[in-house]
């Protein structure tokens, strides 16, 4: 049978004076600055009813039914994704976005890069405290849809859980500066990027795809080698956007076959009439007259019918 346990905590109405509000907002961002970029498992709707501040100074958080989880990739790419959003780094937020997200269709990163470019501009002359990160990050997932880019499902629980938290602690100190917050767990942010949980598991792993690499490595070249001596080895190239291209050569290649066919029916029909001696000579230059005239009027409806002679 489902057993529902609880516990009673003893809340307190603290935030009187601005210090304690201060300390308060501290405590509430590094509780959820340390679920969501170190331990990646978060509590996923922090709004003002699941968050209590105990009588001895710690924070308790309730209903724990919506909760998310971030595998360490995942949760080193976010990271990276806040580090460029915090700077203002366009270029390196649509790296990032094509490393976490997925292509429904072909994408144009330019057209990705200027869309981050453009949004961003518009805090480069704000103080850092007037700038809420989580609106940002979340216009940041939009322009990403835009450009027909899909994110990972449970990326929706990590931008709520931090536009949550945010509101929550600017709406408790509207003074509060998140990377202030954000600062000193800057030193555990870096040594998990570079080393994870498991220092000796990282070297482990680390040693082990070296050695893969240099395994693998004489094997690739040698099989280069001898693609290149057998000559079987073939270059792919995939050039963008040449579909009009191609299309509009071959309407001039048909066309100009046409000219060059109904002028070869002139001339052969010119030649007959000259040279004429019986009936019949006659009647084959009048068909290939009224041939060639119906050619060329429809050569001529073609091309105005296409709008190639508009100016």
């Given at each position: 049978k ?74 080193a ?56 990160f ?49 600062r000193?767990?800057?030193t ?39 693609r290149?001596?057998s ?6 190239l ?74």
């Amino acid at each position: 049978k489902p057993i529902l346990t609880a516990e009673l905590t003893g809340k307190t109405a603290g935030g009187d004076r601005q210090a304690e509000r201060q300390s308060i907002t501290t405590l509430l961002f590094r509780a959820f600055f340390q679920q969501l970029f170190i331990d990646g498992f978060f509590h996923a709707d922090p709004h003002p009813g699941n968050v209590f501040y105990l009588e001895d100074g710690r924070i308790a958080l309730l209903d724990c039914g919506m909760v998310g989880k971030l595998d360490p990739r995942t949760q080193a790419t976010l990271t990276e994704m806040i580090l460029a959003v915090v700077s203002l780094d366009a270029q390196r937020c649509s790296q990032l976005t094509m490393q976490l997200a997925t292509p429904v269709k072909p994408i144009n990163l330019a057209r990705l890069e200027a869309d981050y470019d453009r949004l961003l501009r518009r805090y480069y002359s704000r103080n850092l405290s007037e700038i809420n990160f989580s609106q940002v990050f979340y216009e940041v997932l939009q322009a990403a849809r835009k450009n027909n880019l899909r994110w990972p499902s449970n990326l929706g629980l990590y931008a709520k859980a931090l536009a949550n938290s945010e509101g929550l602690g600017r709406k408790f100190n509207p003074d509060v500066n998140l990377l202030d917050e954000v600062r000193p767990l800057a030193t555990d942010l870096f040594r998990q990027q570079l080393v994870g949980e498991d220092p000796l598991q990282a070297l482990l792993r680390t040693t082990l795809e070296l050695k893969n690499l240099t395994l693998q490595s004489p094997r690739r070249f040698e099989f280069l080698l001898d693609r290149l001596s057998s000559e079987t080895f073939r270059w792919n190239l995939s050039l963008k956007d040449l579909d009009g291209l191609r299309l509009t050569i071959d309407d001039s290649a048909n066309r100009l076959s046409f000219s060059i066919l109904v002028g070869s029916l002139i001339m052969g029909a010119a030649i007959i009439t000259s040279n004429q001696q019986t009936i019949q000579l006659y009647w084959v230059s009048i068909s290939l007259f009224i041939a060639a005239s119906f050619i060329g009027l429809w050569l001529i409806v073609s091309i105005l019918r296409s709008g190639r002679l508009r100016s």
